[in-house]
């Protein structure tokens, strides 16, 4: 296979990771310039994955003295796609971060809070957060991430309710063709208004993980479940991606969902055009790495000037990397010998 080896993703995931543990600050909170959940809410699934498990308990600490009775985490927040645009965003991560590193007791609550969020006659999960006025409706990056939530921690029936939400989200698109709505409302009509999220898919600089974050939630229904139209559902979005939309859905900042999600089809279906579309989203992600380690808009080597979609960044391209990388290999560990299909 050319461009980085799986290792090379891994080492490159793991130089970021070790960046962030040198710099994380004494109560675990991840050096943002402000302290906001924004910077750290990918910190405990990120730092596990790459074997700084002391770390990640540090912010899984630090993530317990903000959380609320209820489960929910509302503060500090301050970017407005995390107050009503995609909510849960935050809390799913938190959730899975939790879980993987064994704070069942955080995850469990923290879970049980972004239960309450879905909408039951539609199984999508709700875009605004509870302090929020919002009119019942649910989006394709909450339902993704709640849905991968329920299903790290065992609640299958609500990770099949939000798959439904997206299928019927996918099926209700007017002009796919040319645009991708990503909010439905609480009856589960796709929203064409102008304040709910489109992409205009024919366009560069579209935020790409409303649609890359359902392929890979799909892709991992599947596996769970072994059912096949969470795999069609996946590999449609994936197809839709690569044949219908700009080259940009590849190559912008928030194509790693897809580069995972490929990834993973990869390995479960042997297709290599799946492949392709992995190693050249893993290959872009080590090729944008500054080389201090993280991953910045603008890079700086002065912590004080990083703001906490840096962090956000960084700790997942950590994630993705590392799944891109094994997935990848095992799927070459697969298919080796077996030719395209």
């Not at 790495?289 to 840096?310: H, I, K, M, N």
Request: with cysteine; proline share 4%; charged share 20%.
């Amino acid at each position: 296979m050319s461009g980085n080896s799986p290792q090379e993703l891994k080492s490159a995931a793991q130089r970021a990771a070790n960046w962030l543990v040198e710099r994380q600050r004494p109560n675990g909170a991840l050096p943002s310039r402000t302290a906001v959940i924004e910077s750290c809410y990918k910190g405990m699934w990120a730092l596990h994955t790459a074997g700084h498990t002391q770390a990640a308990s540090a912010v899984a600490d630090y993530v317990t003295s903000l959380l609320q009775a209820d489960g929910d985490i509302p503060q500090p927040r301050e970017e407005e796609y995390f107050l009503d645009v995609h909510y849960l965003y935050a809390n799913g991560y938190l959730t899975i971060g939790a879980h993987v590193l064994g704070r069942f007791g955080l995850s469990s609550k923290l879970m049980s809070f972004v239960e309450t969020m879905q909408n039951p006659v539609t199984g999508g999960f709700r875009s605004h957060g509870p302090a929020v006025p919002g009119d019942g409706r649910c989006d394709s990056v909450s339902t993704s991430i709640s849905g991968l939530a329920a299903l790290y921690t065992g609640r299958l029936s609500v990770a099949r309710s939000a798959a439904d939400f997206l299928g019927s989200l996918w099926a209700g698109q007017p002009d796919r063709e040319n645009l991708f709505h990503a909010v439905a409302d609480a009856q589960g009509n796709v929203l064409t208004s102008d304040d709910a999220v489109t992409i205009s898919v024919r366009k560069a600089e579209g935020d790409w993980y409303f649609i890359g974050l359902p392929a890979l939630f799909l892709t991992a229904l599947h596996e769970a479940t072994e059912d096949q139209k969470y795999l069609d559902l996946a590999t449609e979005l994936m197809t839709y991606m690569d044949e219908t939309c700009d080259d940009d859905a590849f190559i912008d900042s928030s194509c790693g969902k897809a580069g995972v999600a490929a990834a993973m089809l990869y390995r479960l279906t042997g297709k290599p055009r799946y492949r392709e579309i992995a190693q050249q989203i893993g290959d872009l992600l080590c090729e944008r790495q500054t080389p201090y380690g993280y991953w910045s808009e603008e890079e700086t080597d002065d912590v004080a000037d990083l703001f906490w979609g840096d962090l956000d960044m960084t700790a997942e391209y950590v994630m993705w990397l590392d799944l891109i990388a094994r997935n990848l290999a095992s799927g070459e560990r697969v298919w080796a010998g077996a030719g395209a299909r």
